[in-house]
């Protein structure tokens, strides 16, 4: 007999609740993982398919673009036929194209297998936070987005420890095989506990296929423009004119939005303030935490000469000081309030990432960007905790998708950026190029800061807890 999920409102009433944010958990730890675990095996990729750096940046990008462009869409299936057949079938879709990744034996095949599993993430991941969200409440829900944070914030982390130890051993293709047994106990169970989430009442009852068709297309063609600035420069024709294209898609995607009967999103949803800070202060803190583990992991290889193993291990303390951030901001952004917590940690993450612009050796490399980990580790609680603060229960699915787009572009417009400024090293240059990457970096999340401050509004005298607020 299977037990009733909690009613909209109430504490506590689903037993299992516990478990089930244990096993989406896993299944969240292993998508944002993907992110990463690739970073580090792409020097053997790059021999063993013979790829180009922009072909590399696509190892990254493909999954990303495909993630965070179909997210929306995946949110908003979540509240039309119910978050359960979405969570299974995003896994499942997930399961397949990491099998058909290790598997491959050339850059196409490659690039088509992440592209499944960006797509299976789609559907996975804000299906999963929709159902969170639905069974916590009060400062239950303060904690387990506190752990949910700390477990994708770490996996991008892990991923790079993980990259490191299976490219020492069994070889690149392994980076992708591990999730399918993983992926399957992760099923097995999740059919036994996950509780039946019927569609919300007031969701729209179609799909906006076209919407979705536009806004991803918009977002691989800047990632791409993004990719080529360093190959061919920031102001080439060929640059502008693939930025130029993106942004004529995304208005056409927000028109499309304003007519179409059954819009993917209802564009005032970004509109409203605590939605639109927290998925901003999530993009940035994406963006940097990709960057400097894209940065990481070829200037420990390429530049300073250690192996995979040895890479990976020196990422360890960084995927600690990750998690640490987001269970400490879980704990005191009741107290703090959002505000001031996001500025905390965009602070220290901009501390952190200075320290290698400046002085660049494995040593202070890793001490700075531990550090930073430990204040973007508390960006990610900020931004949950922001974003989903007053939804109303219709909303849940396409606003945890919309949290989740935000973290899959930032993803990608971090690597792309990135790997553009760092071009001379990554082809051998030095370490100029790294030091001029990180310290861009630095100098985004500054500016980042007082956006942040301004954006994320700020606690009212007797305000309830964000957790606490039901919509209207």
């Known amino acids: 007999m299977t037990t009733s999920p909690p009613a909209e409102g109430t504490v506590g009433a689903y037993p299992k609740r516990w478990l089930a944010?244990?096993?989406?958990?896993?299944?969240?730890?292993?998508?944002?993982?993907d992110v990463t675990v690739v970073a580090i095996a792409l020097p053997q990729m790059e021999v063993d398919l013979a790829l180009s750096r922009e072909a590399l940046t696509w190892v990254v990008a493909a999954y990303t673009v495909a993630f965070g462009g179909l997210m929306l869409l995946g949110g908003r299936s979540a509240d039309l036929f119910g978050a359960k057949p979405i969570v299974y079938t995003g896994l499942l879709v997930f399961i397949a194209g990491s099998l058909a990744a290790g598997l491959a034996e050339t850059g196409s095949v490659l690039l088509t297998g992440r592209v499944a599993q960006g797509v299976g993430a789609a559907m996975?991941?804000?299906?999963?936070?929709?159902?969170?969200?639905?069974?916590?409440?009060?400062?239950?829900?303060?904690?387990?987005?506190?752990?949910?944070?700390?477990l994708g914030g770490g996996g991008a982390s892990v991923g790079v420890l993980l990259g490191g130890l299976i490219s020492a051993g069994p070889g690149w293709p392994w980076v992708f095989f591990v999730n399918v047994p993983v992926g399957?106990?992760?099923?097995?169970?999740?059919?036994?506990?996950?509780?039946?989430?019927?569609?919300?009442?007031?969701?729209r009852t179609r799909l906006d296929v076209f919407g979705a068709v536009l806004v991803t297309g918009a977002t691989g063609l800047a990632i791409y423009a993004l990719t080529i600035a360093g190959e061919i420069g920031w102001t080439a024709p060929r640059t502008l004119i693939f930025f130029g294209i993106a942004v004529v898609l995304?208005?056409?995607?927000?028109?499309?939005?304003?007519?179409?009967?059954?819009?993917?999103?209802?564009?005032?949803?970004l509109g409203r303030r605590p939605v639109f800070s927290g998925v901003f202060v999530l993009g940035i803190?994406?963006?940097?935490?990709?960057?400097?583990?894209?940065?990481?992991?070829?200037?420990?290889?390429?530049?300073?000469?250690?192996?995979?193993l040895i890479t990976g291990l020196l990422f360890l303390p960084i995927a600690l000081a990750t998690m640490a951030g987001a269970q400490i901001a879980g704990r005191l952004v009741g107290r703090l309030g959002a505000r001031r917590l996001g500025a905390i940690g965009m602070i220290v993450g901009a501390v952190g990432?200075?320290?290698?612009?400046?002085?660049?050796?494995?040593?202070?490399?890793?001490?700075?960007?531990?550090?930073?980990?430990?204040?973007?580790?508390?960006?990610?609680?900020?931004?949950?905790?922001?974003?989903?603060?007053?939804?109303?229960?219709?909303?849940?699915?396409i606003a945890s998708g919309l949290l989740s787009t935000f973290h899959e572009v930032g993803a990608s417009v971090g690597v792309a950026t990135v790997s553009s400024i760092a071009v001379v090293?990554?082809?051998?240059?030095?370490?100029?190029?790294?030091?001029?990457?990180?310290?861009?970096?630095?100098?985004?999340?500054?500016?980042?800061?007082?956006?942040?401050?301004?954006a994320i509004p700020g606690r009212q005298h007797g305000e309830t807890p964000a957790s606490d607020i039901t919509t209207p």
Do not use: C, H
């Not at 159902?131 to 409440?137: G, I, S």
């Not at 803190?285 to 995979?308: D, H, R, S």
């Not at 990554?426 to 401050?453: N, S, Y």
């Open 250 to 269: 995304y208005l056409l995607f927000g028109w499309w939005q304003k007519t179409t009967r059954s819009p993917l999103m209802n564009l005032s949803l």
């Open 124 to 150: 996975l991941s804000p299906s999963a936070l929709s159902v969170v969200v639905r069974l916590f409440d009060g400062d239950e829900r303060n904690r387990a987005l506190g752990i949910w944070s700390a």
């Open 184 to 203: 399957a106990v992760v099923f097995i169970g999740l059919l036994r506990v996950l509780p039946a989430l019927p569609p919300q009442p007031g969701a």
């Open 285 to 308: 803190a994406t963006a940097l935490m990709v960057a400097v583990f894209f940065l990481g992991t070829f200037y420990f290889q390429q530049f300073a000469g250690y192996g995979p």
């Open 353 to 397: 990432l200075l320290i290698p612009a400046v002085w660049a050796t494995t040593t202070t490399t890793t001490i700075g960007i531990s550090f930073g980990a430990l204040g973007i580790g508390m960006l990610f609680v900020v931004a949950s905790a922001t974003a989903l603060v007053n939804v109303a229960p219709e909303e849940a699915g």
């Open 21 to 33: 944010l244990a096993l989406l958990g896993t299944a969240q730890f292993m998508l944002i993982l």
């Open 425 to 454: 090293s990554l082809a051998g240059g030095g370490d100029e190029g790294f030091k001029q990457a990180f310290l861009a970096a630095a100098i985004g999340a500054l500016v980042a800061t007082a956006i942040a401050t301004i």
